[in-house]
Every structure is written in structure tokens, then in C-alpha cells.
């Protein structure tokens, strides 16, 4: 089964996506922070063309500065 299609993940990547819109922060400024070129990286793993692994997935709670503990609560609780 790939993960990117589960609900779960989904939820996951949702999440992530609105914490960072809520802090105001782009897609390009956060691939920027994270050393991509542009914002493609990012708006391909929002739009769910493109899996985020456990590295990037902490990489990405970083530097929107959420606590990737929470994604994982998020996933334990459903």
C-alpha cells in the first residue's frame, strides 16, 4: 500500500500545510528555508504529488516551528 494515498497521511500533510499558512509563512519562503530552489518541492508534497519521508517531515516541522511530536499525536488518535 503507498501511504500517500491513506487518510492518515493526508491528515498529516493537511496539518502541516495549515500551520503553515496560520504563521504566514509561503511555500517559497519555506522551501527557501529548507534549500530548495523554489516553492515546487513544497506545493507538490501539499498537493500530495510527492511523499514526505520521516527526514523531511521533521525538516519541515522545524522550520515552521511545530513540534513534529504533535503530527505524530495527530496520527496515534485517530
Known amino acids: 500500500m503507498k501511504t500517500i494515498y491513506t487518510s492518515e497521511y493526508r491528515k498529516l500533510v493537511g496539518w502541516l500545510a495549515a500551520e503553515r499558512r496560520f504563521k504566514n509563512i509561503s511555500q517559497a519562503e519555506l522551501a527557501r528555508e ?19 519521508d520521516v527526514v523531511e517531515y521533521v525538516m519541515f516541522c522545524r522550520a515552521v516551528e511545530v513540534d513534529p511530536h504533535e503530527g505524530i499525536e495527530i496520527l496515534l488518535n485517530q
Request: positive net charge.
Open 34 to 52: 529548507l534549500g530548495f530552489a523554489n516553492s515546487t518541492y513544497i506545493s507538490k508534497i501539499e498537493k500530495f504529488d510527492r511523499k514526505l
